[in-house]
C-alpha cells in the first residue's frame, strides 16, 4: 500500500509540474480588459455598431457597442489585432496591440472609423514609383488590405485608381530601328505617361494575382494630371546653398466602387 501511495504522489507531483512548466513555455498570461469606444470620425459621434477583431493567427473575436459606442471585451492572448467591419473601414488604430502581462491590466481605445460608401476615398498614397520595380512597400501594403477587406467585408467592390502627372514628363525626341534605317520619332508627355501607366497596370495586376484577389472585385483606372511640378528647398552642405527637389504626390487611391446588398431578409 505504501509503494501505491508514494507512485501515487509522485504521480501528481509530475502532473503539477507538468502544468507549470507548461503554462511558462506557453505563456499563459493574465486577462486583458479591452474597453473604449467607436467614433464616426467625420461627425465625432459615437456609434452603435458590430466589429470584429482578427489576431495574426486569424482568430476572430467579435464585439458590439452599446447605443454610446462603448464596449468592453476579456481578451486572453497578447498580439496584434486588426480591426474590420461590414460597414466601416477603422482609420485610427487600424489594429490593436494586446501586450504580455502576468497581472491584469485595462487597455482603453477610441476607434475612428469611417463608412464604407459608393465613391468613398479609402486610401490614398504614394503606392508607386517611376522605376522598377515601380510597386513600393506602401503601394503593397494597400493591396494587402484589400485583400483582408475582401475577405472579411465581401459586399465590397474596388476601384483602383492610377493617377500619373504628365507634367513630370517633357517631350523627347526617341530613335528606333525600321528596317536597316534609324528614325527619330517624337514622345509627347502623354505619351511616356501612358508608357508608364502600362508598366504599373502589369505590376499591379502581377501583385494582385499572388494574394489571390478575385479579378471581378476589382476595376483599374488611369488618371493624367496637368498639375505643375511642386519643388521646396533643399540645403545641403555643399559650396550651393539650396538645391530644388520634387514634392512627392499620391498616385494610388483606392475607393469603393460598389456594395453589394447581402441582406437576404429584404423584400
Not at 460597414?87 to 489594429?95: H, I, M
Not at 515601380?134 to 493591396?143: I, M, N, Q, R
Amino acid at each position: 500500500m505504501s509503494f501505491i501511495s508514494i507512485s501515487a504522489c509522485v504521480f501528481i507531483l509530475n502532473i503539477l509540474s507538468f502544468f507549470f512548466l507548461f503554462a511558462q513555455n506557453n505563456s499563459l498570461r493574465a486577462t486583458t480588459l479591452l474597453k473604449g469606444k467607436v467614433v464616426e470620425r467625420s461627425t465625432n459621434r459615437p456609434l452603435e455598431t458590430k466589429f470584429i477583431l482578427v489576431d495574426e493567427s486569424g482568430k476572430i473575436i467579435k464585439i458590439k457597442t452599446g447605443s454610446d459606442g462603448s464596449f468592453h471585451m476579456p481578451i486572453n492572448q497578447a498580439g496584434r489585432y486588426k480591426i474590420f467591419s461590414d460597414d466601416w473601414l477603422a482609420l485610427e488604430p487600424e489594429e490593436i496591440e494586446i501586450n504580455s502581462t502576468q497581472t491584469y491590466y485595462e487597455k482603453e481605445v477610441v476607434v475612428y472609423i469611417l463608412h464604407f460608401k459608393p465613391g468613398q476615398t479609402i486610401k490614398n498614397v504614394i503606392g508607386f514609383g517611376d522605376k522598377p520595380p515601380f510597386l513600393k512597400p506602401e503601394g503593397k501594403k494597400v493591396f494587402t488590405i484589400l485583400k483582408e477587406l475582401n475577405q472579411y467585408s465581401p459586399k465590397l467592390f474596388f476601384k483602383i485608381l492610377l493617377k500619373i502627372n504628365e507634367s513630370n514628363f517633357t517631350t523627347q525626341t526617341k530613335t528606333i530601328k525600321e528596317g536597316k534605317k534609324n528614325k527619330k520619332i517624337i514622345l509627347t508627355p502623354r505619351q511616356q505617361a501612358q508608357e508608364l501607366a502600362e508598366k504599373w497596370i502589369e505590376e499591379t495586376q502581377n501583385f494582385l494575382n499572388s494574394l489571390k484577389f478575385p479579378k471581378r472585385k476589382y476595376k483599374i483606372s488611369v488618371e493624367y494630371l496637368h498639375n505643375p511640378i511642386k519643388s521646396k528647398a533643399i540645403k545641403k552642405k555643399s559650396k550651393e546653398k539650396e538645391s530644388f527637389e520634387t514634392t512627392p504626390e499620391a498616385n494610388l487611391e483606392i475607393i469603393i466602387d460598389s456594395i453589394l446588398n447581402l441582406d437576404l431578409d429584404k423584400n
